[in-house]
């Protein structure tokens, strides 16, 4: 079963505004990661986020944590047409021994 | 070269046919992962090894097994391909805390 469930499922926005995806879970965590997915290519790690934290950046990205909610959103600024991929949350689970249980996705389409 | 490669990159099979992906990693991480996406299911773990004589089930291990030759060695067969095995498949590498996976470029299995 998922442990992550991204929101909304797809995105699109215009070059330059800001996109905002969001990622709720199930169980308690020891940290959530994101990762990204150009069309059938591997993933990137973008950001992790410890269950300590409540916000983390880096460059444009920023990354909220809301543990009281079982809750994360991944904010990209300033958007570019190089942005438009498939984004996904991941959480590494308290009781999982630090696998990553990954969401189904947000797919980002950023217009020129 | 990439840190994590994968092969096949693509392969075509038929129903019943026995066949293994193999993946080779060179981040000396000695945690492997295979992972299998669907289109909007995101990624689901098939199996993982934590070291050369540790191998664990995912969530859908069925009709698959895994070899772990070396620290850097981690393949995957099926026994006896099915249709429904039709899939990207992806393997993993990370560190002893899993705090930033790193991707192979994926094997786009066909099984007709």
């Known amino acids: 079963s998922q442990q992550g469930e991204e929101d909304p499922q797809a995105l699109s926005i215009q070059e330059g505004e800001n996109a905002t995806m969001n990622c709720s879970y199930k169980?308690?965590?020891?940290?959530l990661q994101w990762y990204r997915q150009n069309s059938g290519r591997g993933l990137v790690h973008l950001i992790l986020?410890?269950?300590?934290?409540r916000e983390k950046h880096s460059g444009r990205l920023r990354v909220t944590l809301d543990t009281s909610k079982k809750s994360s959103s991944l904010l990209i600024t300033a958007s570019r047409a190089a942005d438009t991929a498939s984004y996904f949350c991941?959480?590494?689970?308290?009781?999982?021994?630090?696998?990553?249980?990954f969401g189904s996705g947000t797919r980002l389409l950023v217009r020129p | 070269d990439a840190d994590v490669t994968q092969t096949p990159r693509n392969r075509i099979t038929k129903t019943g046919k026995r066949i293994m992906l193999e993946c080779s990693q060179t981040k000396g991480h000695d945690r492997m992962y295979w992972y299998r996406q669907d289109p909007g299911l995101g990624l689901r773990l098939i199996y993982y090894?934590?070291?050369?004589?540790?191998?664990n089930k995912g969530e859908i291990s069925d009709g698959y097994s895994v070899s772990r030759q070396a620290q850097a060695k981690f393949s995957l067969s099926l026994e006896s391909a099915i249709p429904n095995q039709t899939a990207l498949y992806f393997c993993?590498?990370?560190?002893?805390?899993?705090?930033?996976?790193?991707f192979g470029s994926g094997t786009r299995l066909t099984v007709v």
């Open positions: 986020i410890r269950s300590n934290e």
């Open positions: 169980t308690s965590i020891n940290n």
């Open positions: 993993a590498t990370s560190d002893f805390r899993g705090q930033g996976y790193t």
């Open positions: 991941a959480t590494d689970r308290m009781d999982s021994s630090y696998k990553l249980i």
């Open positions: 090894s934590f070291d050369v004589k540790d191998i």
